[in-house]
């Protein structure tokens, strides 16, 4: 065989992306020549084990991963102790964690009694949660709870506040007064009075505080 026939030979031999040029008759291709971009097959084992380790540094990079975790864990031993059914679903979105423990089981009104009248028992569990997630991971909680839809049902009447209000303002030109509300549903209204094209704010403090729409700024 000539020198180039083996030559070429050897070049069609080679992993894709390594060049092999003026080779010696009966030289070998070192192993170290293979250059990056050439895939180095692993075995299933240690595939698996970096798959499982880039997981865990991804929810390492993202608290409202962990702090969610954390919540999910405390409710369902609050299930437990209550005897209670239900599916816990974590959703995180503009930076925010959001639980919802909801039954399949039509006409089991079992979680009515963790959302209490107008909420009340919902609100004091929100907050239990996010005391959890600061005792379980030193971090401060902006976590919102939802049970069996009420606060699902509860954002769309206040959507239909918000609305009416900025009709009253359009009507009359004076400034509405809402009641009080909390600072998640305080922002609803927000949203939809700006989407209205209209103005409002928070004034009182503590319990208290509530919003007023108006026409101006």
Do not use: C, F, W
């Not at 959703?91 to 909420?119: C, F, I, Q």
């Not at 206040?158 to 009709?167: G, I, K, N, S, Y």
């Not at 009075?193 to 009182?204: F, K, L, R, Y």
Request: no cysteine; proline share 4%.
């Amino acid at each position: 065989m000539s020198e180039n026939q083996h030559s070429e030979q050897a070049q069609d031999s080679a992993p894709e992306g390594v060049q092999i040029q003026d080779l010696e008759p009966g030289q070998k291709v070192d192993a170290s020549a293979v250059v990056a971009g050439v895939d180095v097959p692993q075995d299933d084992e240690a595939a698996a084990a970096s798959a499982e380790q880039s997981d865990q540094d991804d929810d390492e990079l993202d608290p409202l991963v962990e702090e969610g975790e954390v919540a999910a864990d405390y409710l369902e031993e609050l299930l437990d102790l209550a005897d209670l059914d239900g599916d816990i679903d974590i959703e995180v979105r503009n930076g925010r964690t959001y639980l919802s423990v909801v039954t399949e089981e039509e006409g089991d009104d079992g979680l009515d009694m963790l959302v209490g009248k107008d909420g009340e028992v919902l609100e004091a569990l929100q907050e239990l949660v996010r005391l959890a997630v600061l005792a379980g991971t030193e971090q401060r909680s902006r976590l919102v709870l939802d049970i069996a839809g009420h606060r699902l049902a509860r954002a769309e009447q206040l959507r239909e506040l918000a609305r009416r209000a900025v009709q009253s303002v359009r009507g009359s030109g004076e400034p509405v007064h809402l009641d009080p509300l909390s600072p998640y549903e305080r922002k609803i209204v927000h949203d939809v009075v700006a989407e209205e094209g209209m103005h409002s704010e928070s004034e009182g403090e503590g319990p208290g505080r509530h919003i007023v729409v108006s026409a101006n700024g």
